[in-house]
């Protein structure tokens, strides 16, 4: 059917970021469990998919890097950063 990549792609755009973020997130929640390192490969995969598709939307869809660069962006920060309480942080 014509025209039918022009209906789902932005859907799939937008899923492939919201599973973006939820990579990241769950990377942080499995934090000392025994998924650490399954969520941490999945999210490093994930990470370099997002990268990916920042650079090939620059070239070929101009409108959509800038979510896939602001959702590379937010994972970096999810996965740099230290969200545990001060009074638990270890010197």
């Known amino acids: 059917m014509p025209g039918m990549e022009a209906a789902?792609?932005?859907?799939l755009l937008v899923a492939m970021q919201l599973?973006?973020?939820?990579?990241?997130?769950t990377t942080r929640l499995s934090e000392g469990s025994r998924y650490q390192t399954a969520c941490q490969?999945?999210?490093l995969a994930y990470l370099a998919?997002?990268?990916g598709a920042t650079?090939?939307?620059?070239?070929?869809?101009r409108g959509?890097?800038?979510g896939f660069a602001a959702t590379f962006?937010?994972?970096?920060?999810?996965?740099a950063s230290d969200f545990r309480c001060p009074s638990r942080v270890e010197a």
């Open 64 to 66: 959509a890097w800038l």
């Open 41 to 43: 490969l999945w999210f």
């Open 49 to 51: 998919l997002i990268g």
């Open 73 to 79: 962006a937010v994972m970096v920060v999810m996965a």
């Open 19 to 25: 599973l973006g973020l939820v990579a990241a997130w």
């Open 55 to 61: 650079i090939v939307s620059g070239v070929v869809a």
């Open 8 to 11: 789902w792609g932005p859907y």
